[in-house]
Each structure stands twice: as C-alpha cells, then as structure tokens.
C-alpha cells in the first residue's frame, strides 16, 4: 500500500512562493503516475497538476501554467510542486495523488491514492 503524506503549505502574500512536498511511502514513487489537485471551500477538486516519472510527461491546468512546476526526487520518494506569483484565488486545500496505470490524467477519481491535503491561503 502507498501512502502519501504532504507538507510545505501555508499563509503568503498574493505574489509569493511556496513548496508543496509529497513523501511516499510503502512502494516506490517512480511506479506511480502523480497527480497534484486542489480543493477550495465549497467547491469540487479540481486538476492542477501531473507526471510520470518515467518519460517525463507533463500535464498543467491552465489557470496556473508558467506559475506551478511539478517535478521529482526519485531518491527521496518525493514529489514537489512549486508555486510561484500566487494568487488569491490559489488559495485551496493541496492534493497529492498517485494512479497506478501509466498514463497522466487529470480527473481525481483516475487516481488510486491521496494524501491527507495540505492548506494554502493566499492573502491579498
């Protein structure tokens, strides 16, 4: 069984940066399709980001392509995704996730396993 736990949110200003981390644990991480995804209050989750670590394929949402860069550590099981020029509107509960079947998908209930969330509140 994999388990996912995430780290790295907070509160910052619109305009900043974070780094989400994703650690995995149980199996090994470079198996696994990841998946970003983010859920605010009231509202579905929701796509943000997503690869396979081994042709490094790629997906974005396009409300955040050429600010979020998702990328890996295969040493440390970790996946990362790091957040740049944030906006209000980014302010979500973070989601990592992991589907088991090589292919990058970008809707939650095609992903297998998911970590607990992470909170990021961008303030204006």
């Known amino acids: 069984q994999l388990q996912l736990v995430e780290s790295g949110g907070g509160l910052v200003q619109t305009g900043g940066s974070l780094r989400l981390s994703c650690v995995a644990s149980?199996?090994?991480?470079?198996?696994?399709?990841v998946g970003w995804f983010r859920q605010a209050p009231g509202q579905e989750r929701e796509f943000v980001a997503a690869?396979?670590?081994?042709?490094?394929?790629?997906r974005y949402a396009e409300s955040i392509k050429g600010r979020f860069t998702i990328s890996g550590d295969p040493s440390k099981n970790t996946a990362y995704l790091q957040m740049n020029s944030l906006k209000p509107e980014d302010t979500a509960v973070y989601y990592c996730?992991?589907?088991?079947?090589?292919?990058?998908?970008?809707?939650?209930?095609?992903?297998?396993?998911w970590g607990q969330g992470t909170q990021v509140t961008v303030s204006s």
């Open positions: 149980g199996r090994t991480f470079v198996n696994y399709v």
């Open positions: 996730a992991a589907r088991i079947w090589p292919t990058v998908e970008i809707t939650a209930k095609e992903y297998d396993y």
């Open positions: 690869f396979w670590w081994k042709d490094e394929m790629m």
